[in-house]
T-cell receptor
């Protein structure tokens, strides 16, 4: 079974530039998550999708971050304009939707962003 | 809101020694608890999870964890560590409201001395 795919693995940009990350979840997984992991910290949820609808985006900095999941499959996370503090690893995860929410999250390898 | 505390930022143990990584959580209802491991440059891999039932859960790679409701803890243990266990370990609590999402602790970095 193929895992969660993410690209690019690494990206270096200058502040105020834009960047986009792509995620393809495990086939059949209805729920997709984007987490931000700053060096030395645990992952923090940015946005959660259920199929192509947003379940939770309360911690997404909406003035600069946007995400979409067209057709309920793959997803794109965009940052525009980037700030120095956006330097982090962006992790995508997916899970089956189970009533009661007990599905396991499967993570991709992440996209490491460096903002100079 | 739920939260997870991992008191130890960095732990060093000798190969073959026993290991215990601490995790405390704050959550109003019965928690769903997880331990994930992250090797350098890799994503997170699930080691084990607790949903209900037996409070001692077994995971992959010889790890186990014990849920103690009275102490709000979910400590990870391994009787004898291997050099390949060097990694970052994250404890997480699952919030179950409609669809699951995880709240992670800050992580514990494990170093193994030969």
């Amino acid at each position: 079974e193929a895992g969660v795919a993410q690209s690019p693995r690494y990206k270096i940009i200058e502040k105020r530039q834009s960047v986009a990350f792509w995620c393809n979840p495990i086939s059949g997984h209805a729920t997709l998550y984007w987490y931000q992991q700053i060096l030395g910290q645990g992952p923090k949820l940015l946005i959660q999708f259920q199929n192509n609808g947003v379940v939770d985006d309360s911690q997404l900095p909406k003035d600069r971050f946007s995400a979409e999941r067209l057709k309920g499959v793959d997803s794109t996370l965009k940052i525009q304009p980037a700030k120095l503090e956006d330097s982090a690893v962006y992790l995508c995860a997916s899970s089956l939707f189970l009533q009661g929410g007990a599905g396991e999250l499967f993570f991709g390898e992440g996209s490491r962003l460096t903002v100079l | 809101a739920q939260s997870v505390t991992q008191p130890d930022i960095h732990i060093t143990v000798s190969e073959g020694a026993s290991l215990e990584l601490r995790c405390n959580y704050s959550y109003g209802a019965t928690p769903y608890l997880f331990w994930y491991v992250q090797s350098p440059g890799q994503g997170l891999q699930l080691l084990l999870k607790y949903f209900s039932g037996d409070t001692l859960v077994q995971g992959i790679k010889g790890f186990e964890a014990e849920f103690k409701r009275s102490q709000s803890s979910f400590n990870l243990r391994k009787p004898s560590v291997h050099w390949s266990d060097a990694a970052e370990y994250f404890c997480a609590v699952g919030e179950i409201q409609g669809a699951q999402k995880l709240v992670f602790g800050q992580g514990t970095r494990l170093t193994i001395n030969p």
